[in-house]
């Protein structure tokens, strides 16, 4: 049961992503992130944890949105996408309002920087 909410969950980010028109270019002309090894490595790791449940791409829920959270991180400075690994690992509250984010003890630093990441790759 688990894996087949997993399975969806990773499937609706998929597709919320957007496919590939044939082209190697997004909506907005930009080149498509989603080759980048560091988009795909990021997105296996939210599909495998439970960041969804929280945060949508485009929408506001729980937390912020993940275009939210690259527009107002463009640019992070590596000392920065060190801080906001360590802030999922930790969790905490007050950036976004009083909604407290859930810590996740069970993800490496590691895993957390490569999904901080992918998030900032988002930004329109």
């Known amino acids: ?10 499937l609706a980010l998929l ?8 082209e190697n270019k997004s909506q907005s002309g930009a080149a498509d992130v989603s080759k ?15 960041c969804l ?17 690259a ?3 463009a640019g992070a400075s590596d000392a920065i996408i ?8 930790k969790g905490g509250n007050g950036v976004w309002g009083s909604a407290l984010m859930t810590p996740h003890p ?4 590691q895993d957390a920087e490569a999904m901080v990441k992918y998030i900032l790759l988002l930004k329109k």
């Open 53 to 69: 449940t929280c945060h949508k791409i485009d929408d506001v829920f729980t937390g912020p949105s993940y275009r939210q959270i």
């Open 82 to 89: 060190t801080e906001l690994g360590g802030k999922v690992i």
């Open 15 to 22: 597709a919320a992503c957007g496919g590939s028109s044939g």
């Open 71 to 73: 527009e107002k991180y």
């Open 1 to 10: 049961m688990k894996k087949s909410i997993l399975s969806l969950a990773l």
């Open 106 to 109: 069970a993800i490496s630093q």
């Open 36 to 50: 980048d090894p560091v988009y795909q490595k990021g997105l296996e790791l939210v599909g495998k944890s439970d």
